[in-house]
């Protein structure tokens, strides 16, 4: 890849930086990028990393594609389930974004459907009102993937225009609002624990329940059984829990709005009556459906070296970089470690195109990696807060809310991080 961007940049070629997917990795990559570029060096992080000696000499293009139009913190959907105000905010048009357009980034409203690696061509079906719903086709010098994981409604927005989400968003609110009988989540998961706890909060006439298969929650998390027993004693002050009981089967058994409509019956032969009834405990699948199978694991995971480019046989796969939930990498997932990832391969991507781009100027680049991520954890209960740290010591309480989360599930001080609250 060097050698050809070395003979692009001697006839004036423009180098192309393509990012699909606009959540946490992928604004903090292009973030990362455009701070390089215009001298004011990467944004703050927890793991220093070393910025490029070399400087690209042709500042390349870059854009997004993403089906959304914009940038939604996906952290905050509870809150946002139960707030319009707070939905307002939690999804960033990004038309909006200073940064993007005093950066030049351009945007494309679409959807992946392919990645050529050896021509690098992306195939994508566009959603913008121009191109119509036709197929089109993007090639690129560089590629970060940051498609995260595909979750459901309501756990995450399936919706790809802001006004779409917060229509929906407040039908929701109301069917909430207005439901008779207990609101019922499944799924004691990270995502199940929130949203139980939120909506108890945002609903405090309404009976929440919270269903779970396993005897002890975040069941599917390397964490230790203090920590998981600190979480549930602090969401049983609002909500009824469940353990142990496996959903077997859903049925309606009333269409009247006064009555409880839906009825879950556990293998344990308990039979609960909901009025609404939420799933969190599916497990989501990587968004990678789009890219080569030899570069992917068994569960559908992009393979990453730990510069994050791909560990793959696969034509120009050090030019590609994966960041974020779809990358196959050790440690728990989470948002601070997507916003690290996403930083990662900028740095790397620039400080390539810096090498490849001022040959002779007698610079060296070492290539930013990221170690395996610790098992720590800070989850939102409500109005409190549990956290783990990286020795397994378990703290919780308000202070561990504010810390963390703040009062808005860390909408603040996700924007603060990314530089998208204001100006740099």
């Not at 905050?76 to 993007?100: H, I, M, N, V």
């Amino acid at each position: 890849m060097l050698s050809s961007l070395r003979q692009h940049a001697m006839t004036g070629h423009q180098p192309h930086v393509a990012i699909i997917g606009g959540s946490y990795a992928g604004v903090s990559a292009v973030q990362n990028m455009l701070g390089l570029l215009q001298g004011r060096g990467i944004r703050p992080s927890p793991i220093p990393q070393r910025v490029p000696e070399l400087l690209p000499d042709i500042k390349p293009r870059i854009t997004i594609l993403d089906r959304r139009d914009g940038f939604f913190h996906t952290m905050g959907s509870p809150l946002a389930l139960t707030s319009r105000t707070y939905a307002e905010k939690a999804w960033q048009a990004y038309r909006d974004l200073p940064s993007f357009t005093n950066g030049g980034v351009n945007v494309v409203h679409g959807e992946a459907t392919n990645v050529n690696m050896k021509d690098k061509i992306i195939t994508y079906d566009s959603q913008g009102t121009e191109c119509g719903d036709a197929r089109q086709e993007m090639p690129y010098d560089y590629l970060i993937v940051t498609t995260g994981l595909g979750r459901t409604w309501p756990i995450a927005p399936v919706h790809s225009k802001k006004y779409e989400y917060l229509g929906h968003v407040e039908r929701y609110s109301q069917e909430l609002n207005k439901t008779k009988g207990p609101i019922i989540v499944v799924g004691g998961g990270a995502v199940g624990v929130e949203m139980a706890a939120e909506i108890a909060v945002a609903c405090p006439s309404k009976k929440v329940i919270l269903v779970h298969s396993r005897l002890e929650l975040l069941s599917s998390e390397p964490l230790s059984s203090e920590y998981k027993q600190k979480v549930q004693k602090l969401l049983s002050t609002n909500v009824e829990v469940h353990l142990g009981g496996r959903v077997a089967r859903q049925e309606t058994i009333s269409s009247d709005a006064d009555k409880p409509t839906e009825r879950l019956t556990l293998l344990t032969g308990e039979v609960l009556d909901a009025g609404k009834v939420i799933w969190c405990g599916t497990k989501p699948a990587p968004n990678t459906q789009f890219l080569p199978a030899d570069c992917l694991n068994g569960e559908g995971y992009v393979k990453v070296k730990s510069d994050l480019s791909f560990a793959s046989d696969a034509p120009n796969s050090g030019d590609h970089f994966a960041a974020g939930d779809i990358a196959a990498w050790d440690g728990m997932k989470s948002v601070g470690g997507a916003l690290l990832m996403g930083q990662c391969a900028a740095i790397n991507i620039i400080g390539q195109l810096g090498m490849a781009t001022q040959q002779g100027k007698g610079g060296h680049f070492v290539p930013a990696e990221l170690p395996p991520f610790p098992l720590m954890m800070a989850l939102a209960v409500g109005g409190e807060a549990a956290s783990v740290d990286m020795s397994g010591s378990v703290d919780s309480g308000r202070h561990i809310q504010e810390m963390f989360f703040g009062n808005d599930l860390a909408l603040t001080k996700t924007r603060e991080l990314l530089g998208l609250s204001g100006e740099e």
